[in-house]
């Protein structure tokens, strides 16, 4: 899927007007104010060809990048998007404008004073005679309305041009996206939130965790554990010459030690591997279980084996330490031969049988 986003085809958009709630203060202390309610289309909006590229270039390069996560939908959840964009795919074609409907309802009932104003956009599109959905959601400033348009038998929609542009403004920016797909008659999602990163259950993830009642593929920790033992494999069985066996396992160990909370096996390549490898790193971890779009870092099932290195050599000698203590004071050589010299230079501490 990630691979042919760019062959995606726009085919109709749909747009719904999610106002703030106000705080429940400011209901006590005014109870006759008027509550804002949502602006519902009630048709597509019409769309020219730039509006189609505009959209096109947003979707994909926001589900196309290193930050998009791969979800499904958590069977305990309470949330009833799952079973919309079920009926969505399934159902009648003339039902598709009512399910929008519902979850752009959903979506007002379920947010509070803190979730920002926004436009909720649905954007149906083809992917090689696939149908997918995009949801995207756009937040803007108070006070920032959008154009209507009554259109064919007088149905309200909006203007799209005008969404364009304000997208294109400090006013309003794209902040969350979800691509549903179906494959294997389970409904995937491609979800990205140019927010922040995953696993954490705050405002910030309230889309993905309490809206769309979705969850990571995997546990974090769990792909994590996954990553961390096909790298190890990939550097010990395709990696021959000890120095860069090496130095790409210190890669590894300072992808995972440093203070991203994202991992994304593509830069990590690019980062740590020659350019006539990537592809060939890339494949390999996919072969051998791991997942290769961005995911949440999360050590906890490898933090001890992080902070010791081993080496094994074939007459049965193991040296193994810290990683700072073995970078700090041990050299490794390559020999012509295919074997490998190790000198340590350090104070001996006492020998023992084990």
């Known amino acids: 899927m990630r691979s042919s986003i760019r062959d995606l085809q726009i085919e109709e958009l749909i747009v719904h007007d999610i106002p703030k709630k106000l705080a429940q203060r400011i209901l006590r202390q005014t109870p006759d104010i008027l509550i804002e309610q949502p602006v519902?289309?009630?048709?597509?909006?019409?769309?020219?060809?730039?509006?189609?590229?505009?959209?096109?270039?947003?979707?994909?390069?926001?589900?196309?990048?290193?930050?998009?996560?791969?979800?499904?939908?958590?069977?305990?959840?309470?949330?009833?998007?799952?079973?919309?964009?079920?009926?969505?795919?399934?159902?009648?074609?003339?039902?598709?404008?009512?399910?929008?409907?519902?979850?752009?309802?959903?979506?007002?009932?379920?947010?509070?004073?803190?979730?920002?104003?926004?436009?909720?956009?649905?954007?149906?599109?083809?992917?090689?005679?696939?149908?997918?959905?995009a949801i995207l959601k756009v937040e803007r400033e108070e006070g920032v309305r959008v154009k209507r348009q009554i259109v064919r038998e007088g149905l309200m929609t909006f203007d799209v041009e005008h969404i364009r542009d304000l997208m294109l403004t400090e006013k309003t920016r794209l902040f969350k996206i979800v691509l549903f797909y179906k494959k294997d008659n389970v409904i995937k999602g491609i979800l990205c939130d140019q927010q922040r990163g995953y696993g954490r259950k705050d405002v910030a993830d309230f889309f993905i965790f309490d809206f769309l009642g979705c969850k990571l593929t995997e546990e974090p920790q769990i792909l994590t554990k996954k990553y961390f033992e096909v790298t190890q494999k990939y550097i010990n069985e395709r990696i021959h010459s000890p120095e860069k066996k090496g130095e790409m396992l210190n890669h590894l160990t300072s992808e995972l030690t440093n203070q991203s909370e994202m991992i994304n096996p593509t830069d990590f390549a690019r980062r740590a591997l020659p350019i006539e490898r990537r592809d060939e790193y890339i494949r390999f971890i996919q072969e051998n279980g791991a997942i290769i779009g961005s995911f949440t870092k999360d050590n906890t099932m490898i933090d001890s084996r992080l902070k010791r290195i081993q080496y094994e050599f074939t007459s049965g000698i193991y040296v193994f330490g810290s990683q700072e203590a073995i970078n700090a004071n041990s050299r490794v050589t390559d020999m012509d031969n295919g074997r490998m010299r190790m000198e340590i230079t350090d104070f001996l501490k006492q020998v023992k049988t084990k």
Do not use: M, W
């Open 40 to 133: 519902l289309s009630q048709v597509a909006s019409p769309v020219n060809e730039e509006i189609i590229n505009f959209f096109h270039d947003r979707i994909a390069g926001t589900i196309g990048s290193t930050t998009a996560v791969d979800v499904l939908f958590n069977p305990e959840s309470e949330s009833p998007i799952g079973r919309h964009i079920n009926e969505y795919f399934t159902g009648n074609v003339d039902d598709r404008i009512l399910i929008t409907q519902q979850i752009a309802q959903y979506l007002f009932e379920i947010q509070n004073a803190q979730n920002s104003s926004g436009l909720l956009l649905f954007i149906r599109c083809s992917l090689r005679k696939q149908t997918v959905l």
